[in-house]
């Protein structure tokens, strides 16, 4: 196995260990730390930003969250971890700003923002790259994870706001980061 994949597989393996323990230690503390998540236009829930990706109301929202952030995250590091880095950061950055800017008010929490920003940016890249390679990754996830289509419409108990962010966010990374007008700089 090359380094690189080494190098992929221990960051991803990383992340997905520490939403595991946090989920550990929030279960111990009698899920008090479900309050570091993202509370809508509140100073406090600014910091939600951060963490909320990490946080899981349950043992069952963390196991429904980790295949999917394993494989999507993965798939997008197929063009490099620093492009990975980058496009986790923009993702839960930008997807966790705009839930706490037009959210409901309520606790945010989860990795499923996350999610929805990775798939879309999979799907998107494909637009853009218009490579065979990219084409195949999208299709791939596609056929994976096109279930998630579903989960734009409100469901009571679950942050639809995270996944329409999210997915707007993965959208917007992919159109920063792949668009030709802004890497020809052509007007």
């Given at each position: 196995m090359s380094l690189r994949l080494v190098k992929r597989f221990q960051v991803i393996a990383a992340l997905a260990a520490v939403m595991v323990g946090v989920q550990l230690v929030n279960m111990?503390?009698?899920?008090?730390?479900?309050y570091h998540g993202i509370i809508p236009r509140t100073t406090y829930g600014l910091q939600g930003i951060v963490f909320a990706p990490f946080l899981h109301g349950s043992v069952?929202?963390?196991?429904?969250?980790?295949?999917?952030?394993?494989v999507l995250s993965w798939l997008v590091s197929s063009e490099g971890l620093g492009r990975y880095v980058r496009v986790f950061i923009?993702?839960?950055?930008?997807?966790?700003?705009?839930?706490?800017?037009?959210?409901?008010?309520?606790?945010?929490?989860?990795?499923?923002?996350?999610i929805f920003g990775l798939w879309t940016y999979v799907l998107t890249r494909a637009w853009f790259q218009r490579s065979l390679l990219s084409l195949l990754i999208a299709a791939i996830a596609l056929a994976a994870y096109g279930g998630l289509i579903f989960g734009f419409l409100p469901v009571p108990g679950v942050s639809f706001e995270s996944h329409i962010m999210g997915a707007i966010a993965g959208m917007l990374a992919s159109w920063l980061m792949h668009s030709r007008r802004l890497v020809s700089g052509s007007a």
């Amino acid at each position: 196995m090359s380094l690189r994949l080494v190098k992929r597989f221990q960051v991803i393996a990383a992340l997905a260990a520490v939403m595991v323990g946090v989920q550990l230690v929030n279960m111990l503390t009698a899920n008090s730390l479900l309050y570091h998540g993202i509370i809508p236009r509140t100073t406090y829930g600014l910091q939600g930003i951060v963490f909320a990706p990490f946080l899981h109301g349950s043992v069952g929202h963390l196991v429904s969250n980790l295949p999917a952030f394993v494989v999507l995250s993965w798939l997008v590091s197929s063009e490099g971890l620093g492009r990975y880095v980058r496009v986790f950061i923009l993702i839960a950055g930008l997807g966790g700003f705009l839930v706490w800017l037009v959210g409901r008010p309520s606790i945010h929490v989860g990795a499923s923002g996350l999610i929805f920003g990775l798939w879309t940016y999979v799907l998107t890249r494909a637009w853009f790259q218009r490579s065979l390679l990219s084409l195949l990754i999208a299709a791939i996830a596609l056929a994976a994870y096109g279930g998630l289509i579903f989960g734009f419409l409100p469901v009571p108990g679950v942050s639809f706001e995270s996944h329409i962010m999210g997915a707007i966010a993965g959208m917007l990374a992919s159109w920063l980061m792949h668009s030709r007008r802004l890497v020809s700089g052509s007007a």
